[in-house]
């Protein structure tokens, strides 16, 4: 320890240690400005698949999950197509061009390719070219945890000032059209948010969590080093698809939603009635109901799309926000949004957001 009475004059400290926190720059906070979405042209109704499936699933699927028509994407189309289509909706929006975003981050698990990442695809389409890319793959919960990870760079780094975080969703070009388990389900579409930096809070609270004991119940198990494309692969498994490998607790999202939610809103210091929207995976209309229910929150303060647009993935929570927006009953400012989704694995992600003035 310095004594100063003993050994003379104490040293003169440096810039940093006389820093009282009056020169500091003003805290960064991440706020979403902007959205947009894309839905291929193609429209296959459950009377179309029950025609190619000769049952009537359709009835079915109206009762149990809430789907009534999906989208399919063209044979020409990729994933990185559907998401440059909703990123250059959202950048007119928020009235930025490409050269204004600093990160792309995309959230699917349909990439362009195994490798490299298909942010970096979108970022030569978009003409993006001062923005980094990297895609997030946790399946169905990518979308929620990359903005979870963008608002973090953005309280974190200078450098970031506007995000674009994507999703694309492509899982038909995976679906065994004779399977009905799945090709009743997934469908195809993209969306996107802008997430920029600003003086007052947009992110309040986000939390992440797996069940990582079912990473083998349901994915596309061929293509990777666990099950190579090789010839011998596709004679015994066939190409890459999408299936139900075992079985995962049928209420798995209705279990966890509600103490997710919780938990990120406890995180917060709020309240659940002090969330004024809330959106969840878009996969099944009943599981909304419940778990509303369970956090005793009315259906009018929830949105879904699955009925029209079929299921979609990563893509689905962006989506289901843009069309609440586009029909007047999104978020208003000052308004308490919470995101909350499943991805095979099982990931979850859930954030909440004060909505702001674009």
Same mark, same amino acid.
């Given at each position: 320890m310095y004594h100063g009475d003993c050994f003379g004059a104490a040293p003169a400290r440096n810039d940093r =240690?006389?820093? *009282?926190?009056? $020169?500091?720059?003003? /805290?960064?906070?991440?706020?979403?400005?902007?959205?947009?979405?894309?839905? @291929?042209?193609?429209?296959?109704?459950?009377?179309?698949?029950?025609v190619m499936l000769g049952e009537n699933v359709g009835d079915?699927?109206?009762?149990?999950?809430?789907?009534?028509?999906?989208?399919?994407?063209?044979?020409d189309e990729t994933t990185s197509d559907m998401i440059v289509a909703a990123a250059r909706? #959202?950048? =007119?929006?928020?009235?930025l061009a490409a050269s204004d975003l600093d990160l792309i981050i995309v959230g699917?698990?349909? @990439?362009?390719?195994?490798?490299?990442? *298909?942010?970096?695809?979108?970022?030569?389409?978009?003409?993006?070219i001062n923005g980094g890319t990297f895609d997030v793959n946790c399946a169905c919960a990518a979308w929620v945890t990359g903005l979870d990870m963008a608002a973090r760079?953005?309280? *974190?780094?200078?450098?970031?000032?506007?995000?674009?975080?994507?999703?694309?969703y492509g899982m038909t070009k995976f679906v065994d059209w004779t399977d009905k388990y799945t090709c009743t389900l997934f469908a195809d579409g993209a969306a996107a948010a802008i997430v920029r930096a600003g003086e007052k809070p947009g992110f309040l609270a986000g939390k992440l969590? #797996?069940?990582?004991?079912?990473?083998?119940a349901l994915g596309i198990y061929s293509g990777g080093t666990y099950r190579p494309a090789t010839p011998e692969i596709i004679s015994q498994f066939g190409k890459p698809?999408?299936?139900?490998?075992?079985?995962?607790?049928?209420?798995?999202?209705?279990?966890?939603? @509600?103490?997710?939610?919780?938990?990120?809103?406890?995180?917060?210091? /709020?309240?659940?009635? $002090?969330?004024?929207?809330?959106?969840?995976?878009?996969?099944?209309?009943?599981?909304i109901e419940h778990v509303m229910a369970a956090l005793g929150q009315p259906?009018?303060?929830?949105?879904?799309?699955?009925?029209?647009?079929?299921?979609?993935?990563?893509?689905?929570?962006?989506?289901?926000?843009?069309?609440?927006?586009?029909?007047?009953?999104?978020?208003? @400012?000052? $308004?308490?949004?919470l995101f909350c989704a499943t991805g095979g694995g099982m990931a979850m992600a859930a954030g909440i957001w004060r909505w702001v003035e674009a």
């Open positions: =240690e006389l820093n *009282t926190g009056m $020169d500091k720059p003003p /805290l960064r906070h991440a706020q979403i400005i902007s959205t947009g979405r894309y839905l @291929p042209e193609r429209v296959v109704s459950n009377d179309d698949l029950n079915w699927l109206v009762k149990n999950v809430g789907i009534q028509e999906r989208r399919v994407m063209a044979e909706e #959202a950048l =007119e929006r928020a009235a699917t698990d349909t @990439p362009d390719y195994l490798s490299p990442a *298909t942010a970096s695809v979108v970022q030569a389409k978009l003409g993006a760079y953005i309280a *974190t780094d200078s450098d970031y000032n506007h995000i674009l975080v994507a999703a694309g969590v #797996a069940e990582g004991q079912y990473h083998d698809r999408v299936e139900f490998v075992r079985k995962f607790p049928a209420t798995f999202n209705s279990d966890n939603w @509600p103490r997710l939610v919780k938990e990120v809103v406890h995180k917060a210091d /709020l309240i659940l009635d $002090d969330i004024d929207f809330y959106l969840f995976t878009q996969l099944n209309l009943r599981t259906m009018s303060k929830t949105h879904w799309i699955m009925d029209k647009w079929g299921y979609l993935g990563s893509a689905c929570i962006p989506a289901a926000l843009d069309d609440a927006i586009e029909q007047g009953k999104g978020p208003q @400012p000052g $308004d308490h949004v």
